[in-house]
């Protein structure tokens, strides 16, 4: 194992020196009370779509789940590992987080795999392709569709994925009974990389901007696939 | 489902008067040419420990993955889905990134969970129980030292739980082959929340502080008669 | 025997010059008046963790117990000699020191003794052997942890065994007495030799660093579903 | 348990910022390499004859056993716990110290109790009076001789004793052996508190002052009972 990454190293000390120094008591004061974070936030790993940068949080606001395409299974009680259940069980029953915002983004690599017909499976194991698979009937759907361009279907299921995952929510019955009660609500937002857009869910389902508080397609420059 | 958070809204707002128009060329590029993260990072879903944050990273370098307890699953090749895993495969395999590193931090909630001998299902899913199994066996081994406090044993455990998602990132053979070559690098962190001091793994496993470059190491002579 | 070591003496001369010439009255005055130490210190024998250095005491402030690895032997009012038990009575009964610390430290030989399986009698007295066998159970119970690595075990059982001194004191009459009514406070220590850190014992027995009033204490709220 | 006294936690912070960061590097080769002390140094715990202070040592330069009148017990290979025998098969046999000095003071408050007729137990343990039973014989010789003075019977025993304990070095047969070789060096010295006076023993087992090289009797100002 060779040693750790230099451009890390200072990047933490850049932290040490700014942030941390500038909020010393707020770290001591979470770690002595423990995290209250007033929002779960599930994203996508995706390295341009952080939501602490995009949401200006600091420590001890976001509870962040981070998986390939932002996406919440639908709930299985059965004996098998599930990473994303376990942590929408701990921010609901244990920090007991009242809003829950699934967010996608522009040009998500998971999103375009799910929609590419002669994806190969990258490992034996083919994980992306099943995970991406809970999509996949969505994806199918919109493939079909040929009047739409390329940036369009792949627009299109980002926002159906995240309709998708949001609907996924309300099949764990401690999300649904806390939403049937007002006491929980559930948030779905698209952030374009590029312009740096917020498109948030209303609740019709459609992604609107805020700041324009009017419905729209985005208009992007044309899609380069994920390396 | 009620309108989007303000506080978010806010946050957002702040971010495009602020990074984002710092960074609009960045992010522009970014969109068009794709991400290429210099890292994976494997961290907690905790909102005191996000990993931009504490390495002070901007968009497009860390691709982020994050759960309870930064755990990373053995290898399973089975019709299940494994988002860890899935994101593992699109890091290595898509992305081609060749620096992972696993970041664990103090007082982590899931490893605290592990190390309660009377933890109650939290849903009839139970999916916290079953996630934290991962490192079930070691926190029942670290358990049964009743001579270290329970603040020692969370810390030994937090610790063991990085080297075990480590330990368990080589049974995944598109991983093994490149950390074989010497084209892969795995490394171990830890974040102590209150300090904010960083811990990273050395080739021995164990932890120390970057700034000291040094750590708790017996260096006395070899206790055997001198000849 | 050959004559005196000359470095002693080159030191010797040093202090003469300088702290004793400046402390000249402090030195005839403590002749004169006797010893008042305010602490009673239980230190290692190690060259490299010398009380008086780390806390920057003079003469007349910490009254010194040395031996290896800062042991504390039980109570044991038997015809035998007990060197640190009769320094303990002078300490309290005689001088009514009412402060005790016992202050252990990193890289310590005996302790990587106690917990070397193969350890041989270094002679036919096997003194060493005998001396740690103060720790040996909990070297034992320390060792059969095969999940941390042999620093983590070190620094445990460093930290085991002053909170084992620490309990030990408590078994001598004169002492619990005083602590019980109040007047005596029983203190530990542990110094890291390489980074020059102090940690000191908290009242959950954590080892904590004084300039960060902070410790590795999980501070989630309890695991238990919301009501 | 009180929290730590304020009194050494300043003390701590004047070694941190004074001679640890002047000897930052000193204290980590210390720590990577491990002690090679140049001396084993036998000397009394009271508070003001520091050897450290009185030979102006450094880190890693002495190993130091400090006990009530720096006693040095004859060898006994039994099945007891021998704290100081301990510390001289670890210092000879396993640092492979090649010099040792034993150090006795003025005014030692051990010696004056052996000195005393009507010692009182302190303890229903009596520590102190079995520890000092070790010059018990020569103390009741010496004290025999009503036309010496009180202070001129104390520093009589005081360096008696020195000499018993280099006699009782010399029961070791580790210790033997390497003396008998010319291997190991023996050497006993006396510091006179008030005066900051080093006296130190020569091959008749006189002490002299090194800067005198000159032997004569100590002159002390009258003798003031230790509290």
Chains 1, 2, 3, 4 share one sequence.
């Not at 962040?64 to 395409?69: D, L």
């Not at 259940?85 to 920090?95: D, P």
């Amino acid at each position: 194992m060779t040693y750790f990454p230099a451009k890390l190293l200072a990047g933490y000390r850049n932290f040490m020196g700014g942030r941390y120094s500038d909020e010393r008591e707020r770290y001591r004061g979470l770690a002595e009370t423990g995290q209250k974070p007033h929002t779960l936030l599930v994203a996508c790993c995706d390295s341009r779509a952080a939501p602490e940068t995009i949401f200006d949080c600091g420590p001890g606001e976001l509870f962040v789940v981070r998986n390939i395409a932002n996406m919440v299974p639908p709930y299985e009680p059965d004996s098998q590992l599930h990473g994303t259940s376990a942590a929408l069980e701990y921010a609901i029953q244990v920090l007991q987080i009242r809003d829950i915002v699934v967010m996608g983004h522009g040009r998500c690599g998971g999103i375009q795999a799910a929609l590419d017909p002669e994806l190969e499976p990258l490992s034996p194991g083919d994980f992306i392709g099943k995970w991406i698979g809970l999509v996949k009937p969505a994806a199918e759907q919109i493939q079909s569709n040929d009047l739409m361009t390329a940036t369009e279907r792949q627009t299109a299921l980002e926002r159906v994925s995240i309709r998708n995952s949001i609907g996924n929510l309300a099949t764990f019955p401690f999300i649904r009974a806390l939403t049937e009660k007002g006491e929980l609500a559930v948030h779905g937002a698209w952030f374009d990389i590029s312009s740096g857009e917020l498109w948030v869910m209303n609740e019709k389902g459609d992604f609107i901007r805020p700041d324009m508080e009017t419905e729209q397609a985005p208009a992007e420059p044309a899609l380069t696939p994920a390396p």
